[in-house]
């Protein structure tokens, strides 16, 4: 009993209070921010050195849906592009995603795209189930990370279940491996309606490194509406949980 | 080609051979060298492949011998239309996962293999009519014996992967895991992209919890086929980015270990402190899991003076606090209760499977590239590896306790190392590393799960024209069928966690 006295005393309160303001280190790289004066010069230079294809050659803006993050575009050309540590960088359609030079707002969810009966039924408590689709289980553990003593969104009544019969929805990680094609449709098929569907992740969202591998099949995702894109490699927890909080209205 | 043995012996970690100075043998002497290898204590496979050229099938494999130090290599070749060949598993155990990855790919049986059947369905198998839903599971014909079928998608939050357990009531008397369902073909992705910048990317996306060790593997593979020059300063702050990732693996573990027995202050307090730990890798490269910090021939992240001394604090503070709560957990009566003669692994199974790393240390089996193979800063570094005995699930979380200790107390002892350096040049990384032709490169790296090792082959113009990733949960998934043979079919989740493989590491 006394060692976990002191355990708890050198513990002490682990709890993030303010989720949507928690500060995160200045390297981490979240949304991006490219200058309104850069070249047609430059924008060829990142938009061949850029590995996963993310900047666009004609107007240099980077697709956030298809960014590893890694940073190569900012190191290359350091005073035209550079990642904030704005971790809110969720979309409700694929094409909010793609941040143009000269855009430095925030991302903020478009109240417009969300369906209906999202909030209406689940801003109270959304239980999910998560399907790792090819994931290199890095998002995986960073989704199990959202539930933990830390970052704890539980405490909006978030939480990942066990079955698809208990779900309102689904969070997928990985670019859809060919091998779980269908057990990702079987899972989805057993989730009572309504339901959401989420993508966690660059891989999920756009196939990320994957995209033109023989070993994928992105039907699924290319055949249903998604609610929830949240990009990352992996995705960050303060990243998954403000996208969902914004998802079901939390303020 | 020394003392009787006909390969090229390979001192170097990484290292490299010409393809024509691999002795290729007829394939009897090649099964009698390697059994006859593969029967020392010292020996293990690291990689056995095959490679389908213009004319033939070229047979590559990769013995570690721990006390020369050396990497054995040889091979043999054999035509196309070549339908089946003698196993080497019957003798040898360790190649099951080899024969049934060959198999799989070219259609190439083995005759006398005991359990020849697909190892991960990738896209280019030779049977494309062959589908992951119809594994043919061994089974019992029995009334008395019942199956249970987990997966491929699990209760919790993990990759995917089917177990099928056949028990007597609640006592597993067998179980098959079957895998593959991650399969993202990404060992073919390497020889086909772009430049070194995307299969730095790639490298580290094998298995996101060993971004580190894979990117590692890959940067030295790179390094040395391009033969560039051993930076110091490189070399240290490498080690101490792959520490990190290993304590901070081995301490969340235990978390996920205690929460199997629902022990919630043992879970909670881990949790918390690889937290703190892998928020110290964010702080240093922007990445929890080190994504971005390994790259080729420098690095993009190098290890400032004020963040190596932020390393430092905040390293001392989760020791001081790690060993609090490790005190705690070893002493509580019920995590001891489920931890102790739970998922025992024998010494004897260990070697016979071709366990690494750290689940086959806690089983006895004593092997460590760090040790056997030394790269970067292990070369000139003085510690021993925790030893663990017993095989079972206290074993291996003790194991990891130890580890997490001698982990941080590398980086700390690094880190003072460093001090010296850290004004010293370092280069960004360079994608345009040119490799040289006609060669077979390797480099072996302990990751926090055990040894990985990456192998490429060029041709003619240094092109890549095969890649090999072995992530060590290929050898070690055996295992973990293996512990649970008469154990409580209610002990999986503990037993799983305590080994917790990779499973896109084995899928690729």
Known sequence: MLREFKVLKSHGRQYINDLRKQPVSEEFRGRPEISADITASEISLVSGLCPAGAIDANNGSIDMGKCLFCNECSFALRDKIWFTNDYRIAAGRRDELVIEPGNSGPLRLNEAYIRKEVRKMFNGALKLRQVSAGGDNSSEMELNASGNVNFDFGRYGIEFVASPRHADGIVITGPVSRNMAEPLNICYDAIPYPKIIILAGTDAISGGLFAGSPAIDRSFIDNHKIDLYIPGNPVHPLAFINGVMDLLGIK | ?508
């Open chain 2, 1 to 508: 080609m020394i003392k009787g043995g006909i390969y090229s012996e390979i001192l170097s970690n990484p290292g490299s051979v010409r393809i024509k100075d691999i002795p290729v043998l007829p394939y009897e002497g090649f099964i009698e060298q390697t059994v006859a290898l593969l029967h020392k204590e010292n020996c293990h496979c690291l990689d056995y492949f095959a490679v389908k050229s213009s004319d033939a099938y070229d047979f590559y494999i990769l013995i570690a011998n721990d006390e020369s130090h050396k990497v054995l290599v040889y091979s043999h070749r054999q035509n196309h239309g070549l339908k089946e060949l003698e196993s080497i598993t019957k003798s040898s155990f360790q190649l099951h996962v080899f024969e049934r990855s060959i198999w799989e790919r070219f259609g190439i049986g083995f005759v006398g293999h005991p359990w020849l059947k697909p190892l991960r369905y990738p896209a280019d198998r030779f049977d494309i009519n062959t589908h992951i839903a119809g594994h043919p599971f061994y089974s019992i014909e029995s009334e008395e014996t019942h199956e249970v079928g987990v997966g491929p998608i699990h209760a919790g939050v993990i990759e995917p992967g089917h177990f099928r357990f056949i028990c007597y009531g609640e006592k597993v008397l067998h179980l098959e895991i079957q895998l593959g369902y991650q399969n993202r073909g990404i060992n073919n992705l390497f020889p086909s992209l772009k430049n070194h910048l995307h299969r730095s990317l790639l490298a580290e996306n094998i298995a996101g919890d060993t971004a580190v060790g894979h990117a590692l593997a890959w940067s030295l593979l790179g390094e040395s086929m391009a033969g560039t020059s051993y930076n110091p300063r490189l070399a240290i702050e490498r080690i101490i980015a792959l520490e990190l990732e290993r304590a901070a693996v081995h301490i969340g573990d235990l978390a996920a270990l205690c929460g199997d027995v629902a022990y919630q202050t043992g879970q909670v307090a881990c949790e918390a402190l690889r937290t703190i730990m892998i928020n110290t890798t964010q702080d240093w490269c922007g990445n929890r899991f080190g994504k971005g910090l390994i790259r080729p021939s420098g690095t993009n992240y190098p290890l400032t003076s004020g963040k190596a001394e932020l390393i430092y604090q905040r390293i001392s503070e989760v020791c001081r606090r790690f060993s609090e709560v490790t005190d705690m957990i070893f002493n509580d009566s019920g995590v001891t209760a489920r931890f102790e003669n739970c998922g025992t692994v024998t010494a004897r199974q260990a070697f016979l499977v071709g366990a690494v790393g750290m689940a086959a240390r806690s089983s006895g089996i004593h092997r460590d590239i760090r040790k056997s193979h030394p790269f970067l800063a292990y070369h000139d570094m003085s510690y021993s590896i925790p030893k663990s005995e017993g095989g079972d699930v206290m074993a291996r979380a003790h194991l990891r306790k130890a580890e997490a200790l001698l982990s941080m107390d590398i980086i700390c002892k690094l880190i003072e190392k460093h001090s010296e350096l850290c004004n010293s040049e370092i280069q960004e990384p360079d994608y345009k590393l040119q490799f040289e032709p006609a060669s077979l490169g390797f480099a072996v790296t302990e990751g926090w799960r055990g040894e990985i090792c990456h192998t490429s082959l060029t041709d003619d113009k240094g092109q890549i024209v095969n890649y090999g990733i072995k992530d060590p949960s290929l050898h070690n998934w055996h295992l973990l069928a293996l512990a649970l043979r008469d154990q409580e079919i209610s002990d999986f989740p503990v037993n799983n966690k305590s080994f917790n493989l990779s499973y896109c590491g084995n899928d690729l």
